[in-house]
């Protein structure tokens, strides 16, 4: 069975760094895009930042410049590496994966940013 297990969230002060790591572990098949999320309260879940399979990235215009996606494609994992982080950061973090037959969500994984 396909499972995304998401880790590296919790309570950082502003300025301070966080990473994310989402695994994806079963059957997966033929992984093309991997992803972060993330939704604050009252609020849509907004894309943060994609990585494909030939390392071609995208990050939402709030993030760039201080986050930074990257993967394993030998261990089917995504990073995701923030640093200047900002009060206006604190969300639960999503990651997603695209197949050539489907897409996954993580669990979420919560990232507050506060003094």
């Known amino acids: 069975q396909e499972q995304l297990v998401e880790s590296g969230g919790g309570l950082v002060q502003p300025g301070g760094s966080l990473r994310l790591s989402c695994a994806a572990s079963?059957?997966?098949?033929?992984?093309?895009?991997m992803g972060w999320y993330r939704q604050a309260p009252g609020k849509q879940r907004e894309l943060v930042a994609t990585i494909t399979g030939g390392s071609s990235t995208n990050y939402a215009d709030s993030v760039k410049g201080r986050f930074t996606i990257s993967r394993d494609n030998g261990k089917n994992t995504v990073y995701l590496q923030m640093n200047s982080l900002k009060p206006e950061d604190t969300a639960v973090y999503y990651c997603?994966?695209?197949?050539?037959?489907?897409?996954?969500w993580g669990q979420g994984t919560q990232v507050t940013v506060s003094s």
């Open positions: 997603k994966v695209v197949t050539t037959i489907g897409s996954y």
């Open positions: 079963g059957s997966f098949f033929s992984i093309n895009v």
